[in-house]
Antibody, heavy 114, light 110 residues
Framework: EVQLVESGGGLVQPGGSLRLSCAAS????????MTWVRQAPGKGLEWVSV???????YYADSVKGRFTISRDNSKNTVYLQMNTLRAEDTAAYYC????????WGQGTLVTVSS | QAVVTQEPSLTVSPGGTVTLTCGSS?????????PYWFQQKPGQAPRTLIY???NKHSWTPARFSGSLLGGKAALTLSGAQPEDEAEYYC??????????FGGGTKLTVL
């Protein structure tokens, strides 16, 4: 069974950092495209970043230069390192296996506030 | 960045049929935009229903189908059930640019 479990969210001050994790089971992360999507409270979905099976990475303009997506093949886990956080980064962050798969994790909440 | 447009809200009667659409500010939506459709119920994570315009996952109910219609991507629900009441989002991919979500359609089954 495919499962994605996010962790690492929490309350952080503006300008701070957090690292989100997405632990995968039932498939191999390095053979798939893995995407991060976020959703601000009461708002729609926003595409954030993707890491391709070949290792290429892409970012939304809103997070480029501040966020870094990576993966640890030995742990079958994808990460989202978030630096210089802003109030507008407050959102539920989801990892998902797409393009190619379709499964989503349950999300982890990030709150940026002083 | 392109803007992806969806109907803000739609209502369908139980057992009825409804079509949600997904348009692009750059012009006609084609299969080259690899349209995705997601369903999200309150308090839950999104769920992928349709990928690459028409393809379903194993968990996608048969009453959902994807297509291209009048220059837009479309999600058709035939035989609506109360449990289909949810927010529906489309996602379009753009060559050389980042994928963009639509603003979502709130579907009411009433």
């Amino acid at each position: 069974e495919v499962q994605l479990v996010e962790s690492g969210g929490g309350l952080v001050q503006p300008g701070g950092s957090l690292r989100l994790s997405c632990a995968a089971s039932g498939f191999t992360v390095s053979n798939n495209y893995m995407t991060w999507v976020r959703q601000a409270p009461g708002k729609g979905l926003e595409w954030v970043s993707v890491i391709h099976s070949g290792g290429s990475t892409y970012y939304a303009d809103s997070v480029k230069g501040r966020f870094t997506i990576s993966r640890d093949n030995s742990k079958n886990t994808v990460y989202l390192q978030m630096n210089t956080l802003r109030a507008e980064d407050t959102a539920a962050y989801y990892c998902a296996r797409f393009p190619g798969g379709g499964e989503w994790g349950q999300g982890t909440l990030v709150t940026v506030s002083s | 960045q392109a803007v992806v447009t969806q109907e803000p809200s739609l209502t369908v009667s139980p057992g009825g049929t409804v079509t949600l659409t997904c348009g692009s500010s750059t012009g006609a939506v084609t299969s080259g935009h690899f349209p995705y459709w997601f369903q999200q119920k309150p308090g839950q994570a999104p769920r992928t229903l349709i990928y690459d315009t028409t393809n379903k996952h194993s968990w996608t109910p048969a009453r959902f189908s994807g297509s291209l219609l009048g220059g837009k991507a479309a999600l058709t629900l035939s035989g609506a059930q109360p449990e289909d009441e949810a927010e529906y989002y489309c996602l379009l991919s753009y060559s050389g640019a980042r994928p963009v979500f639509g603003g979502g359609t709130k579907l009411t089954v009433l």
